[in-house]
Each structure stands twice: as C-alpha cells, then as structure tokens.
C-alpha cells in the first residue's frame, strides 16, 4: 500500500465485519480474544492489508497480541464485559481500582499515573503500560471490547464505558450490546 496505514479504520473495517458472530463468540470462554485476534489478522490478510502477526514478540524483543513485522503497528487486545472480575482493570479489587481512577470533565474515567515498579498482572493497566514501554514501533494501540448488559448493569460495566486510556479514541457499538474501543498509546 502507498498510502500511509490508518490502522483505527482496519481494525473498525474487521469488526463490522465480524460484528453478526461476535455475540455468539462472547457467550464463550477462554477463546474470545484470541478469536478476535484471528480475525482482526485475517480481516488485514483478505482486504491487502500488512500481515498483522499474532502472540508473538514484536520485534523479538515485547510479547503483544498483534503486530506488524516492520513494527508499524503493534496492538493489545482485551475483551471484558459487565460480569467480568474488577482485577481485570487493574490488578486490584473495584474499590481499590475506582479510588485510584480520576475522573474528566466529561465524565469518563482515566488510570493516574503509577508507580513504574507496581507489578499488574493480566488486566488493561498492565497491557497499557506495556504498550507504553515498548519503543520502536510507529503506531500502538489498545483494543478494548466491551460485552454490556448480559446480567444487569454493574459497576464493573460502567467504568468500562466510562474509560479513557487516550486522547485519541476511536469507538463503534456493534450488534447484542457490544461496544468496541480503540485507543492510540504514547
């Protein structure tokens, strides 16, 4: 391609794409992300886009869920919903997450800057800060689906919709209450 990539509208083009089987696949366990990981990548191969690579080392130096092999692009994916544990957010319980969480004038919910040392396993905050880490690559995005209301409204549900991880956000609601989030990291 000659034109420079604008990977938010790949990643938009893959889930309309997708958007009638993700229901379905949100119902199941253990396999979403990685599902919409395979399709993301496919969606790039099909429509002539740079080969997006997945769960690898980008670069062979930072293990990400996608990326480009000439480190234009490297991606999070993380797939939470009403029902998921708080610890997903942050590591921690969601009172310990919301009182650390500060709060725009627009309503939406940012993570305040923390310690560099804390150690955050498996949850957005720690995808994030490894994004932030990582040098060398020219586009790095979180993505972020969110599965609402399968249960009822919960806490959890709404500090998803409220989250901001970035200025620079791009957002789609699909089909069956689904709500996509995209963010460019720094």
Known sequence: MNAPMVWPEVFLGAFAAISERMAQVLELSDCREHWIQAELSLYAWQQGYPDIWTGGNAGGRTKVDLYTEDLDMAAEVKCLGDVSFAKCL????????????????????????????????????????????????????LVLVIARNYVAKTEMGETLQRLRLSEEEWSVELEKNVTVRIWRIE
């Open 90 to 141: 942050m590591g921690k319980g969601m009172g310990e997450t919301r009182s650390v969480l500060r709060e725009d004038g627009d309503g939406r919910l940012w993570f305040p800057q923390v310690d560099p040392d804390e150690s955050v396993e498996w949850s957005v905050f720690a995808d994030l800060r490894r994004l932030q880490r990582m040098v060398g690559v020219r586009n790095k995005f």
